[in-house]
């Protein structure tokens, strides 16, 4: 089904820590696509002086802002990890701001043809679902995933594991996508023809 003309096409893209997303989404916006960041947004409003700074120590102590003024992640992330009911709290704080940016950066792209939004966890939101065209499922095996993050980080291999058990499972992920792309092998080339090939297909030329 061709895209209206009049309206961009709005692929939400999403996979689990270190399959992909980042990569695509570069190969992606030099295709053209106009890229929407969730995971940069949210660094930048918990950020000294980002917009979430003051809730978020009203919320959790001032423990949860660092002495820089920017939200201590590691703070956080331990207390999230261990604690369902503190991770709500945090993604009710973080969710609606990032959404409400994500509004105003796509209106602002209104008249591209193509805005990707990058969304790790787009799977697991019911309203990410109904805010785009298509997803995007970047995949790989589990090990891919470990070996790719501890390659790119200081992370020891239980850290990757946690964060994997807390995303949605791969076989779900996969279910609800419009396209898979494979990236289990390190051929940027192949990725590059992959996602070329899905670009005719979603945004014909007129
Ligand atoms: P995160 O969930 O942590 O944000 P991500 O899904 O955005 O990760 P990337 O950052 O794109 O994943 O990729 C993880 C690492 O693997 C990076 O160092 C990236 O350069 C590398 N990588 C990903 N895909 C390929 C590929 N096809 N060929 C070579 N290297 C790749």
Redesign the pocket.
């Known amino acids: 089904m061709a895209a209206p003309a009049h309206r961009s096409v709005r692929i939400g893209l999403t996979?689990?820590?270190?399959?992909?997303?980042?990569?695509?989404?570069?190969i992606l916006q030099a295709r053209g696509a106009q890229l929407i960041d969730t995971?940069a947004i949210s660094r930048s409003l918990t950020a000294r002086g980002g917009a979430a700074i003051d809730t978020l120590r009203a919320h959790f102590g001032a423990a949860a802002i660092n002495a820089h003024g920017a939200l201590d992640r590691r703070w956080m992330r331990e207390r999230a990890f261990a604690n369902a009911g503190v991770k709500r709290d945090l993604e009710a704080v973080l969710h609606p701001l990032i959404g409400a940016r994500c509004d105003e950066l796509a209106a602002a792209a209104a008249g591209q043809p193509c805005i990707v939004f990058?969304v790790?966890l787009l799977v697991e939101s019911h309203r990410w679902r109904m805010f785009v065209d298509r997803v995007l499922v970047?995949d790989?095996p589990f090990e891919v995933q470990i070996a790719?993050?501890m390659?790119?980080s200081l992370w020891q291999r239980e850290q990757v594991q946690s964060v994997i058990a807390q995303q949605a499972p791969r076989a779900v992920r996969r279910a609800a996508a419009d396209a898979v792309i494979d990236?289990r092998?390190?051929?940027?080339a192949?990725?590059q023809a992959n996602l070329e090939a899905l670009w005719r297909l979603w945004l014909p030329s007129p």
């Open positions: 996979g689990g820590i270190g399959s992909g997303k980042s990569t695509i989404a570069a995971d990058d790790p970047v790989c790719r993050v390659r790119r990236n092998v390190d051929d940027l192949e990725l």
